[in-house]
């Protein structure tokens, strides 16, 4: 046989091997933006996007159908937990919408918000809340994957029993479609007349699996829209793209592995000054983690046409607690004020209530980010933060005081990075021993060999911050650049922007830190 054929054959072999290892969801390899295999998708995409685009319909159903494939990829099978959670909220908001008998209705909503929560409890909280029971009162009941029993298992289909994977982002496309019901039901919205463009909505993938988490009212209405994208929005989605790249690669990965990871997993065997390092290097990681997602969905979102809303406004500059949540992580605070602190009666029936209202949603807000202790501990420590705040403005505006913006900068700053220690760290414990290890005296001998060591992601800490303090003039000017330029030079600096950004990459691509939530 020709040596010829047989290399073809072999070629052909393995192209097809490579397909069907993009076309089918591989667990342990995460799908994410700093990937070669979103890219690659993305690309795909862009050829049935722009084939398609002119058609509203034709293009939104291009739209759903990647955007499904896009969670199959991430998440595999809980592809059918957000059809069914999806599907379930639209049944419910049209008939919500259609009844006039108020307690039709408010049963309706009712098993929206029940049968929503109950999911997300399920597969976020459920050995928790086994664990808490059986050390409360000393029972011993077994923590068992019932849905997954309750499942035939064949060669085709297995669960592990003993273990209830999260699936990637609930949290988010719970709340989101959560939201739109309520909003329903409250009359702030109609709802959408077809499955299909709701789906859409619940479904768009740039934001799909971690936020900004999207309101109904404020999308809906570009779903049918004609595709309109100025020479600026343009420039200015590809700056936002390339800056979260960089935030992501470059500055979170890095500290990640080469710092961040070594001083939480031995915290045991950590020096004063690298848990210091560890410190204000987790700080910075889940910034530039977060808001790097955040920046390259709302950029690509710009070049497919659509806006989504801002989820991070600098939080690091803030000098006051209240200043941070309305600058950090901006959707899920809305969410939890319009959705949970409001209902609950917000500051509108005096001041115990007022801060037991922050209290509650402060600490239902640490619980949505996970199963644990430290979790309610970290929003906790906000929501006690968030009292002291409006106890202190009260008494400084009765007094007619004020603390120097420096100090309450500084006040704040530190804080927030004391909150990210339980927040990172895998137990309580860890976060004893760091903090026991960050009031150590330095051993001054150590400060340089340590320096040393971990050079590189020091002066990714310093350059983090150095970006984040910027002004926003400047910021503003350079965004203007790529505003002004054409494709030409925008895809030459791309290039050479990404050539750069990948020097950075680590041997496996980093899961987004939200991506558990």
């Known amino acids: 046989m020709d040596a010829r054929v047989v290399a073809n054959g072999s070629a052909a072999e393995a192209l097809q091997d490579k397909l069907l290892q993009f076309l089918v969801h591989n667990p342990k390899e995460a799908f994410v933006f700093s990937g070669l295999d979103f890219w690659i998708f993305f690309g795909v995409f862009l050829f049935f996007f722009a084939i398609s685009y002119k058609n509203i319909r034709t293009r939104n159903l291009v739209f759903l ?5 896009f969670y199959y990829k991430s998440s595999g099978w809980a592809i059918f937990l957000l059809l069914f959670t999806l599907t379930e909220d639209f049944i419910i908001a049209h008939f919500v919408y259609r009844s006039s008998k108020r307690k039709i209705r408010l049963f309706l909503i009712t098993l929206s918000v029940f049968s929503n929560l109950l999911v997300l409890s399920y597969f976020k909280y459920t050995f928790f809340f086994i664990d808490l029971f059986n050390s409360w009162l000393g029972t011993d009941v077994e923590k068992l994957n019932w849905l997954a029993w309750c499942i035939p298992q064949n060669d085709y289909l297995s669960f592990d029993l003993d273990h209830i994977i999260l699936p990637v982002g609930i949290s988010f496309f719970t709340f989101q479609s959560l939201s739109y019901t309520i909003d329903v039901y409250r009359g702030e919205i109609k709802p959408l007349r077809s499955w299909l463009d709701f789906a859409f909505f619940a479904s768009f993938f740039p934001q799909l699996v971690a936020g ?3 309101r109904a009212k404020d999308f809906v209405g570009q779903i049918f829209a004609e595709y309109q994208v100025s020479k600026q929005v343009f420039g200015k989605g590809v700056f936002l793209i390339l800056s979260g790249l960089f935030k992501k690669v470059v500055i979170s990965d890095v500290i990640s592995t080469q710092l961040v990871d070594r001083v939480f997993d031995q915290a045991r065997l950590v020096s004063p000054l690298e848990s210091w390092l560890g410190f204000y290097g987790y700080g910075v990681q889940i910034f530039c983690d977060f808001s790097g997602y955040t920046d390259i969905a709302i950029g690509l979102a710009l070049i497919l046409g659509f806006r989504l809303n801002p989820n991070f406004d600098q939080p690091y500059k803030s000098v006051s607690i209240t200043e941070f949540w309305r600058r950090w992580h901006i959707s899920l605070s809305v969410w939890l004020r319009d959705y949970l602190y409001i209902p609950l009666g917000g500051s509108r029936r005096g001041t115990f209530r007022t801060y037991f209202n922050l209290l509650t949603t402060m600490l239902l807000g640490g619980l949505w980010h996970g199963a644990h202790l430290k979790f309610l501990l970290w929003g906790g420590m906000h929501g006690a ?5 409006k106890l202190w403005s009260a008494l400084a505006q009765k007094w007619h005081i004020q603390l120097p913006n420096p100090v309450a900068w500084f006040l704040t700053f530190h804080f927030a990075l004391l909150c990210w220690l339980p927040f990172r760290a895998a137990d ?13 005296p330095w051993d001054m001998a150590l400060v340089l060999p340590v320096l040393s060591q971990y050079m590189l992601p020091t002066v990714l800490i310093g350059f983090g911050l150095f970006l984040h303090f910027l002004p926003d003039n400047f910021k503003a000017r350079i965004i203007g650049i790529f505003e002004g330029a054409g494709l030409i030079w925008l895809g030459f600096f791309s290039i050479v922007a990404i050539l750069v950004i990948y020097q950075f990459k680590t041997a496996e691509s980093q899961p987004f ?4 939530f």
């Open 212 to 214: 900004p988490i999207v």
């Open 428 to 440: 309580l414990e860890t976060v004893s021993i760091l903090l026991q290890r960050m009031l150590t």
């Open 385 to 389: 933060a968030l009292v002291v705040h």
């Open 65 to 69: 159908c990647f955007s499904l494939f």
């Open 513 to 516: 830190i939200y991506f558990q």
